[in-house]
């Protein structure tokens, strides 16, 4: 009977886990997009293109650099929560991409047009970024499925060992 006790315990904490790995690999996979910040929001708003900040540049630059570093954080905490591998994916990307842009851009001289790289980026990191989500869904279904089989089997258990009880 305590045995039945400690594994119910054992089973809620490993709930808990899964959702701090849960969380963990949602906030990697937000890192891998913060790099594009400054583009999504020119979607949404097309003046911001041309906002400056106080010295002169502009602001969406600011933005791209400041989401490079909030990028590292996030995925350091992400690694901290034990997130999921696949979801490291996303970051990844976005660095190779990055820097493979500023190096092109600013190394080599290459002139872009610069919202139609980062776009190009973005739409190349969603294809094998749906995927990642795909897998990483089914695995987070295939989890809460084992976890509740595992739990309603422990809880039959408890359940067909208290009627034994009340009948002796």
């Avoid at 849960?22 to 594009?36: D, Y």
């Avoid at 041309?50 to 990028?71: A, C, V």
């Amino acid at each position: 009977m305590e045995e039945i006790r400690q594994q119910l315990h054992r089973q809620k904490g490993k709930n808990k886990l899964i959702i701090w790995k849960i969380t963990g690999s949602i906030l990697v996979i937000v890192s891998g997009f913060l790099p594009f910040l400054d583009n999504i929001i020119v979607w949404f708003n097309p003046s911001f293109a041309n906002y400056q900040n106080t010295i002169g540049g502009y602001l969406r630059n600011d933005y791209w650099l400041l989401s490079l570093y909030y990028t590292t954080i996030a995925v350091i905490i992400g690694k901290f929560m034990k997130a999921y591998h696949l979801t490291f994916y996303f970051p990844l990307f976005a660095s190779i991409y990055c820097s493979t842009m500023y190096v092109l851009m600013f190394v080599l001289g290459i002139k872009f047009e610069p919202e139609w790289p980062h776009r190009i980026g973005l739409i190349l990191m969603m294809i094998p970024g749906a995927y990642v989500l795909f897998r990483f869904v089914n695995h987070v279904k295939n989890l809460i499925l084992a976890d509740e089989m595992q739990y309603r089997t422990i809880e039959r258990i408890y359940n067909q060992n208290n009627k034994t009880d009340a009948k002796n």
